[in-house]
């Protein structure tokens, strides 16, 4: 029982930390352009320089959505690393860590919005490059979905014994 919860602490940290990386790192999309290498993220557009990401008014509230709903995913994730830890000092014995497994669900679901809005929204356009395709964060934030959810689900059927 102990190595599955070093196990699912360890699984936990790795999210916290590719969910920081995916939300701060700027390689959402990757394009090829006449100067190079083009990338976007949440936050700036890059090339050899970072810059202001440059949004249409009609896109603006899709990507504010986007930065919110990932950044609300990190606090809730960090929340559920610190809920399960007072909880598996506190709990007794054959006790459940619901807490801990409700937040990480609603962690899961800020991380769903989050990159479904990106995907229906942004996928495919990096200004100023031919060809483009997702980058290193994009993937990172479906993998911490599919963590997120596992973890979610175990920490609901866990029992500490």
């Known amino acids: 029982m102990l190595v599955l919860l ?19 790192a700027n390689v959402w999309m990757v394009g090829s352009s006449s100067l ?26 899709s990507l504010k ?3 919110a709903f990932m950044i609300l995913s990190i606090i809730f994730s960090v929340i559920a690393l610190v809920m399960f830890i007072v909880q598996l000092f506190t709990l007794e014995k054959g006790k459940r860590f619901y807490i801990t497994g409700a937040i990480m669900l609603v962690c899961w679901m800020c991380i769903l ?32 979905f599919c963590f997120s959810f596992i973890i979610g689900i175990l920490y609901l059927v866990l029992r500490k014994k």
Request: proline share 2%; glycine share 8%; charged share 10%.
């Open 6 to 24: 070093a196990g699912i602490f360890v699984v936990h940290i790795a999210t916290v930390i590719m969910l920081f990386v995916s939300t701060i």
């Open 36 to 61: 190079g290498t083009v990338s976007s993220g949440l936050w700036l557009l890059c090339n050899k320089t970072c810059e202001q990401l440059p949004v249409s008014s009609r896109d603006e509230a």
């Open 65 to 67: 959505a986007v930065q």
């Open 113 to 144: 919005i989050g990159v479904s809005i990106y995907t229906a929204r942004f996928t495919g356009r990096v200004p100023l490059s031919t060809s483009s395709h997702h980058g290193y964060c994009f993937i990172l934030a479906w993998i911490c």
